[in-house]
């Protein structure tokens, strides 16, 4: 697929996928979105790339989803606007969770506004880190809708329930100072050096076992709601696959080596 509305470059295993609407703050419209879907099944298939960085385009990181969307499904006949709804949200929904569940590190580096829709995505990544003109607003309320990205499953698990619900219920502003007192962002950066220290993050955090790496995000990702037993089970059937692992093999040859070198 040629993409026209984002961007994707890939240099030293670290993919870099930019968000290219910046006349619109990068709002996600249906062509984004099969082009955003279409780029990370490819950054998840390749091997060849370790981590994955997103932003935005301008002066936006994503504002959130189109409202030429939203009127378009206002406009459907009455008895096509449930169905069209679901099937929306099937896709926002299989969206998110191929950035959640990408078997590598993935970094938001947030440039500006994320708003809405915007404000999940960069919570369905791993890590924040963002410039001093990043702002989040979980503003569905506005809207008259519910949060529909993920953020009432990502936002609790950083800042708490109490905090989630009156951000949610607000829809309120939240500037990049308070974000990183909330836990909100993990990182903040100036704007000028904001792209180069989200890359620089990503490899770092994706110099260990591409193995290991995956096996551990994927249960990390559900430790929250899994029994103790449960990731003690899990994680004996991914330490099993990772004793096969050629990154595995090659460490302990070479620790093996240096350690009969000192003898």
């Not at 955003?36 to 994955?52: G, N, P, S, T, W």
């Not at 969307?69 to 896709?91: C, D, I, L, S, T």
Request: hydrophobic residues 45%; aromatic residues 6%.
């Amino acid at each position: 697929m040629a993409y026209t509305l984002i961007e994707l470059q890939v240099t030293d295993a670290v993919a870099t996928l930019t968000l290219n609407r910046p006349d619109k703050r990068n709002a996600m419209s249906d062509d984004m979105r099969s082009e955003f879907i279409d780029a990370l099944e490819r950054v998840a298939a390749d091997k060849r790339i370790k981590a994955l960085v997103l932003t935005g385009a301008g002066k936006g990181f994503c504002a959130g989803g189109d409202i030429s969307g939203m009127q378009k499904r206002m406009n459907a006949p009455a008895g096509e606007v449930g169905f069209n709804g679901w099937h929306r949200q099937q896709r926002v929904h299989h969206t998110q969770a191929l950035l959640h569940t990408m078997p590598k590190p993935v970094v938001a580096a947030v440039n500006g506004a994320a708003s809405g829709l915007g404000a999940d995505t960069a919570l369905a990544c791993d890590f924040i880190i963002a410039s001093e003109w990043a702002s989040f607003t979980w503003s569905y309320i506005h809207r008259g809708i519910i949060p529909d990205g993920g953020g009432m499953y990502f936002l609790p698990r950083r800042v708490g329930l109490a905090k989630a619900k009156e951000l949610i219920f607000t829809g309120r502003q939240v500037k990049v100072d308070e974000a990183l007192d909330l836990g909100i962002v993990d990182r903040k950066a100036s704007a000028d050096t904001l792209l180069a220290e989200a890359q620089a993050w990503a490899a770092e955090l994706s110099k260990g076992s591409s193995t290991a790496l995956a096996l551990t995000k994927t249960i990390l990702n559900q430790s929250f709601e899994l029994s103790s037993h449960d990731v003690f089970a899990q994680g004996s059937q991914a330490q099993g696959i990772c004793y096969t692992s050629s990154e595995h093999r090659a460490s302990v040859e070479a620790f093996l080596a240096k350690t009969a070198a000192k003898e």
